[in-house]
């Protein structure tokens, strides 16, 4: 197993640590992803404490501001489409595309079964048109969670929902923190009718840590799985992410590829993903008269895998100038592979105040190559 020392980057967007790079991936010559033979797992070390605090960078006011060492370039955003309503009034809290349907699937959250947030809240899941915004139909799930990762396979045998289902609802025996597979149906769903009628299976990795989600880079077989982490004591709360692959979720091994431990809380995450040698996260805690919190701004950041440091940022203020009345809110990051397997990033934007919500969905095209 290949070890990255343990040290802490004082770099934009928060004090990062890279933990571990088990069996690295390699990005070669057009960004192409190279995995090395996978050697025996050998238990996860544990995970590192607070890293220090540090000085945030501006992030700049168009593209990235690249390192020498990026391993990946953005191309200019584009404005997809302004979805003008979805199946609840709130925000959206994560977005994912499937190219293969024409769709997007933009997730939300209400009150649970207690009537209020608290301990759990229920996840919505609206299907859009991606051709003009139209929301489908839409698919409540009692206690399911917060909204921010998941995914969605087109498969022969129908539309399926991979999520961490955070409740353990009256008919749910107690469970809780499962990470779930589940047909996509529209109409509300505790989790018994789920696992009686909707082909819920138990994914058969399952870390339990709370807020333990997921976003996948299908094409790669490439997951990301972040935590977040309480703050301890006088300590900041931090966040973990860590990179595995799609297939070892499914057998149930253990195998961390990577790992990032960041500085959260500020900054805001909004949305996170992964694409060949690269995190990505979304972050800031909106802007309000068409101002971005300073202390929290609207930035993506990028980081090497390999490595663990930070090689961009960006502010993209194309994507969240003042809408409506100037109030914005970054919502939900994910991986688009197109046509020709070169890879782009859906982001989210909830703007206009309560009531008045519009949702945005932009890309930002060729990423990494084939």
Excluded: C
């Excluded at 343990?6 to 571990?20: D, F, H, I, P, T």
């Amino acid at each position: 197993m290949t070890t990255v020392s343990r040290r802490a980057l004082l770099l934009g967007g928060g004090a990062l640590l890279a933990v571990s790079a088990g069996a690295v991936a390699a990005v070669t010559g057009g960004g192409s992803l190279a995995v090395a033979p996978r050697p025996t797992p050998t238990p996860a070390a544990p995970r590192p404490t607070t890293p220090p605090p540090a000085p945030a960078p501006s992030p700049t006011a168009g593209g990235p501001s690249l390192g020498t060492t990026s391993l990946a370039q953005l191309g200019e955003p584009a404005r997809l489409i302004a979805v003008a309503a979805l199946a609840i009034p709130g925000v959206m809290q994560d977005v994912v595309s499937v190219p293969s349907t024409g769709e997007y699937f933009v997730s939300q959250k209400m009150s649970g079964s207690s009537g209020s947030e608290q301990p759990y809240e229920s996840t919505v899941f609206n299907r859009v048109r991606a051709a003009d915004g139209a929301v489908l139909d839409a698919m409540t799930l009692v206690d399911g969670g917060h909204g921010l990762g998941f995914e969605v396979e087109a498969a022969s045998d129908g539309t399926w929902i991979w999520m961490t289902w955070h409740g353990a609802g009256a008919d749910s025996q107690g469970r809780e923190q499962d990470f779930v597979r589940l047909r996509y149906t529209p109409g509300t769903w505790t989790r018994g009718q789920a696992d009686a009628q909707l082909g819920l299976t138990l994914v058969a990795f399952q870390d339990r840590t709370p807020e333990a989600v997921y976003h996948f880079d299908w094409v790669r077989d490439l997951a990301v799985e972040r935590h977040w982490n309480p703050p301890q004591g006088s300590e900041a709360p931090t966040e973990t992410f860590i990179r595995r692959r799609i297939s070892d979720l499914r057998s149930g091994a253990d195998d961390r590829l990577d790992e990032i431990l960041l500085r959260a809380s500020p900054p805001t995450t909004q949305g996170f993903a992964t694409v060949n040698d690269t995190l990505f996260r979304w972050l800031g805690s909106g802007a309000s008269g068409g101002v971005p919190n300073p202390s929290d701004p609207i930035t993506l950041e990028q980081y090497s895998w390999e490595t663990g440091q930070l090689v961009a940022t960006g502010s993209y203020p194309g994507i969240w100038q003042p809408w409506e009345d100037g109030t914005s809110e970054p919502q939900g990051l994910s991986v688009q592979r197109e046509a020709d397997g070169t890879a782009s990033l859906i982001l989210g934007l909830t703007t206009g105040v309560s009531g008045n919500h519009r949702y945005l969905l932009s890309k930002l095209p060729s990423i990494g190559a084939a």
